[in-house]
């Protein structure tokens, strides 16, 4: 039998296991709440990042339809314009009469019939046209759009003006501006361009205000007489608008900028412009520590970019994670604290029954199974024995040999009878100092002497050396009480016969069995 250390250990009493198996349990729990923690920040940077995106994409939506309303209102206008020119609207005045003559081209002075301030500036380069020409009737075109320039202008605050531009090299500007006259070369430029661009809308690169009024851009669409671009009306946008769309969307400390596809700055925070020479065909991509989305515009040919600090989502990440991270370590703790009281609870429950130095049961467990396994075995209709012994001479044992070796020798024999017991139901027990007690049950009384008879060979069969023993070597005597079935009786009567019949076989010489029979239990 093992040493009291190694049998406890074998109990899972002794902390040899109990303290790897926590080590182990808590290296799980944090492993596993890492886990769930790495887990639960990628998922919310994922989140974040295509809540940004769906935020660029909003962005990108308003300003497309904030353009598109732009782009139809001077749709409308090349319309009338080329009704005028084909001759499908009337045209009722004639400018040419009324231009004079400027250093190096002509301006529109008064016209019968309108008031000064009604009208827009109309000034031209070179000889004035003449009165039947096809710049006379191009200009009265331009004088006939002017309800329309008012209209655009009075209900868009974000118009600064509306132009018509000739290829003719006359221009038409509303309103007439009191500090300067109109850049006649870029609205020349205006002219070129919706000549190159062939659409029937475009956007002009942005640049300074005439009037001091910041950036302005121009979207504009080309008018045609007979199939061929003869000039173009556009309206010069305030770009500081777009800026207040832009900081209308609540994007959690990213930031939106407005450039042109060749990334030219339009609108926005410019702090992160150098980020923006990436490759802008991407849609999603990381620039160091930033974040770069892209939404391309439909009404117009800008990228909205969408920059968002990588450290500040990952700060968001961590703030979502850490209560479930928290949770989930609780959790864990929880299951490793209630491991460890289970263990406990089983650790006490052990020590409860069993007997420290040889881990039999002890005599509180036999005290407590000893009465329903006679009842069962009744029930069951077999005999029920009880098996005493005690080792031979044990003071005279102690005395020579000391105690340590006595543990030693009591070891030896509950290891020899534990060995031998192999149905479920016989149990062994240490019930005193080295007093030892076998319950069973089998279908005949001889089968239980036999088992009693086979307890006592198998401890002397282990030859523990005991020269002050007559036998010399370790030996115990064994008493043995059966009770039949139907047999009325108790498990103390049934002790106190089993008792007696030990006795006996000490007084026999001892290294022997005596049985005591249902009809001598009184005697």
Known sequence: ???????????GIGPSRLVPSLCVLGMLAVIFAAMVTWLLYLGDLRRQEEELAQAAIRAATVLDHNLTLRAYSLSAMRLTAEQYLDGHAQLTVNPASALSSTSGGYLLAELSGYRGEELGHLAGRGAAPGAQSAAAREMAMALALTPLFRTVIRRDSDTLRVSYTSGRNFSYVLPVSEARPPDLERTRRYYETAEASGQSVFWTLPHQDEDSRGLVVGVGTPVRDGGRVVGAVVADLAISRLIHLLDDHDLKGAKLLLTTEDGIYLAGDPAHLQLLGGNGAASRQ???????LRQKLDAAPW???????RQQLRRN?????????????????????????????RKIATLSIRD????????????????PALRRAHRDGKHFGLILFDVDHFKRFNDNHGHQAGDTALNIVATSVARRLRRGADLA??????EFAVTCEAASGP?????????????AAAAHAFPESEFGHLTVSV????????????????????DAALYRAKANGRNTIECCPAETAEA
């Open 317 to 345: 990440a961590i703030r979502q994670a850490l209560p479930f991270a928290l949770v989930t370590v609780l959790l864990c703790g929880s299951v490793v604290l209630l491991v460890c009281l289970a263990h406990m609870l």
């Open 303 to 309: 990228t909205l970019q969408l920059v968002a600090p």
């Open 479 to 498: 008493g043995v009480a059966i009770a039949p079935p139907g047999e009325e009786t108790d498990i103390e009567a049934l002790y106190r016969r089993a």
């Open 286 to 292: 990381v620039e160091g520590e930033f974040l770069l």
């Open 447 to 459: 089968a239980i002497e036999h088992l009693a008879q086979e307890l006592r060979e198998a401890v």
């Open 356 to 371: 420290g130095l040889t881990g039999l049961h002890n005599r509180r467990f036999f005290d407590a199974v000893a009465a």
């Open 429 to 434: 027990y240490r019930v005193g100092g080295e």
């Open 1 to 11: 039998m093992p040493t009291y250390a190694a049998t406890s250990a074998q109990l």
